[in-house]
T-cell receptor
Framework: ETGVTQTPRHLVMGMTNKKSLKCEQH?????MYWYKQSAKKPLELMFV???????ENNSVPSRFSPECPNSSHLFLHLHTLQPEDSALYLC??????????????FGQGTRLTVV | AQSVAQPEDQVNVAEGNPLTVKCTYS??????LFWYVQYPNRGLQFLLK??????LVKGSYGFEAEFNKSQTSFHLKKPSALVSDSALYFC???????????????FGKGTKLSVIP
């Protein structure tokens, strides 16, 4: 266990559904991240939060909407997704931004399938 | 811009033999370098990192990696492979001189390691 917990582990949703992914960490970290992992592609950084403030949005479509109510929780709200959005979504946390020598801790991921 | 290349999609090695998983990087400044491992249906687990100092870094589960600045490489190694080492391995880089963007880790595509009994 890395200390980062993601729920649900698996999610199947239709293109018209609305769902949310949840990430929780109690490591005392202040930076949290969403990554998308697709087969045979590098991990794609989607969003970054530092002390609850969004600092990065890597040109992610608006059908993905992040929320960070506090430093321990991160959500990814999903609506009107496309089949190509099917992937493993990984949450990660680290001590804080601008401490470049610290590693990130990853959750186990949510396997999302859009039908 | 920073980038990572893992030239091998798959590496096969017999149990008990030494293993190497290759990684080369490109940054404008000096790098922080990381290796992560991913087991099936799991997230990434941190293995080791190079920050500064000794070029040979030792990490979890008997893995080590050697930083070579002239070759811009950070290959992962283990003297004797175990079947349980079979997994997907990711190399990642962060440019320590990139200022506001210094938090962004860039990952390679991953190398699948299969250790054959």
């Amino acid at each position: 266990e890395t200390g980062v917990t993601q729920t649900p582990r698996h999610l199947v949703m239709g293109m018209t559904n609305k769902k949310s992914l949840k990430c929780e960490q109690h490591l005392g970290h202040n930076a949290m991240y969403w990554y998308k992992q697709s087969a045979k592609k590098p991990l794609e950084l989607m969003f970054v939060y530092n002390f609850k403030e969004q600092t990065e949005n890597n040109s992610v479509p608006s059908r993905f909407s992040p929320e960070c109510p506090n430093s321990s929780h991160l959500f990814l709200h999903l609506h009107t997704l496309q089949p190509e959005d099917s992937a493993l979504y990984l949450c990660a946390s680290s001590l804080q931004l601008n401490t470049g020598n610290t590693e990130a801790f990853f959750g186990q991921g949510t396997r999302l399938t859009v039908v | 811009a920073q980038s990572v290349a893992q030239p091998e999609d798959q590496v096969n090695v017999a149990e008990g033999n030494p293993l190497t998983v290759k990684c080369t990087y490109s940054v404008s400044g000096n790098p922080y370098l990381f290796w992560y491992v991913q087991y099936p249906n799991r997230g990434l687990q941190f293995l080791l990192k190079y920050i500064t100092g000794d070029n040979l870094v030792k990490g979890s589960y008997g893995f080590e990696a050697e930083f070579n600045k002239s070759q811009t490489s950070f290959h992962l190694k283990k003297p004797s492979a175990l079947v349980s080492d079979s997994a997907l391995y990711f190399c990642a880089v962060r440019d320590r001189n990139s200022g506001a963007g210094s938090y962004q880790l860039t990952f390679g595509k991953g190398t699948k390691l299969s250790v054959i009994p």
